[in-house]
């Protein structure tokens, strides 16, 4: 197997005396898409912002590409140009289009020309399904519709990675569909994906891996086969057991609609 283009050796975050997570190690391969599950409060943000220099670690290592990118002086813009990020709230600029959100890290970080910026941010926005909401606002856009300019935003830099922290949190049960959606097809068309989510159906039928962190540590990972029908640890089972449970019969109605779109 080649060398994971992103892998993290012993990552360990601490907030004064709160140890957050310690002693991380992941290995993300191209192409691959990787879930992270768990309580909340067990470091999952945290870890991805730790990735994606976002957040400073008090030990350990992330290494994209084979590069360090935790070195001491390495450029952390030009890191950020390779990891794309989405997070929980959609973190648009109000006063700026669609259009103008996806164009500006063209414009501002990669300096390329206007004209080209508008093209590749319009191809980006067609890909999430918005090119004919590329003049709206945030504001006459839905949380749904806001987030997938978000994550056009992140596609235009043409990162490596993409990391997602929880990106569908912040919407009502309607919307979330249409963002799994179009998470499953990055994930189809092999972009290699990290998604801290609570949606067991999109971990169940997209994730190549799931990883199950709790207080701060790994307890298990393996394929969505391994942890939702064979999980080694009691621990385990008993989260996945009681998540679902917390759907009730009308969630479950929502995650099997949503399951289709995968």
Known sequence: MSNPILETRSLTKIYGKNIIFKDINLKVNEGETIVIIGPSGTGKSTLLR???LLTSNEGGQVFLDGKEI?????NQDEVRQHIGMVFQNFLLFNHLTALDNVMIGLLKVKKMPKAQARQKAMEELKRVGLEDRADHYPGQLSGGQQQRVAIARALAMDPSVMLFDEPTSALDPELIGEVLGVMAQLARDRMTM???THEMGFAR???DRIVFMEKGSVVEEGSP???FYHPKHDRTREFLWK???LYGKKEKKRVQKN???F
Not at 70 to 74: D, L, P, Q, R, W
């Open 259 to 261: 399951d289709r779109l």
């Open 50 to 52: 730790c990735i994606n």
């Open 70 to 74: 935790t070195a001491k002086g390495y």
């Open 194 to 196: 990290l998604v801290v």
């Open 205 to 207: 039928e997209v994730a």
């Open 243 to 245: 998540i679902t449970e």
């Open 225 to 227: 086969d391994d942890l």
